[in-house]
């Protein structure tokens, strides 16, 4: 049933997107935190990268289940939530425990606009993939409507 097969990928979209929304909300909560529980410097800013999934014909599905390989039915999928190697910011603040010996503290990379942007662009493409449900949802009504 291809209408099955739209709603996985819009269900993709919208966990990929919800899980982008939790990373950014994780980076704007760290945003001050000069300490992580390593002890490895300040917390570094994160990002979910995304990758398309080919769509597999119902053969190509087959196929894999016996191969025992994993079904892709198309849409998109987070392939893992990477670290930005952009240098921490220096604040002068001695102050601050976590000061080196000439004041300077070492920030988190987060830039809140940054985050705000990424949060807005996120929440669009959730937004998006709502409509494309509801859409489905209506035509799909409409279909099981020609029967009665």
């Not at 080196?100 to 990424?118: F, T």
């Not at 662009?121 to 020609?146: D, M, P, W």
């Amino acid at each position: 049933m291809a209408f099955l097969t739209s709603m996985n990928v819009v269900g993709s979209g919208l966990t990929a997107q919800q899980l982008r929304l939790d990373v950014i909300s994780e980076n704007i909560t760290n945003q001050n935190t000069t300490r992580t529980e390593g002890g490895d410097g300040p917390y570094r800013r994160k990002v979910v990268v995304f990758e398309a999934q080919e769509h597999q014909t119902p053969f190509e599905q087959a196929l894999a289940r016996a191969r025992g390989e994993t079904v892709s039915q198309g849409g998109v999928r987070v392939t893992e939530i990477v670290e930005d190697p952009s240098d921490f910011k220096l604040v002068y603040d001695p102050t601050n425990p976590d000061a080196n010996e000439e004041g300077y503290v070492e920030m988190p990379n987060v830039d809140l606009i940054k985050e705000i942007s990424d949060a807005m662009a996120a929440s669009q493409a959730y937004s998006a993939n709502v409509t494309a449900f509801n859409v489905l949802k209506q035509v799909t009504a409409r279909g099981l409507e020609i029967g009665k």
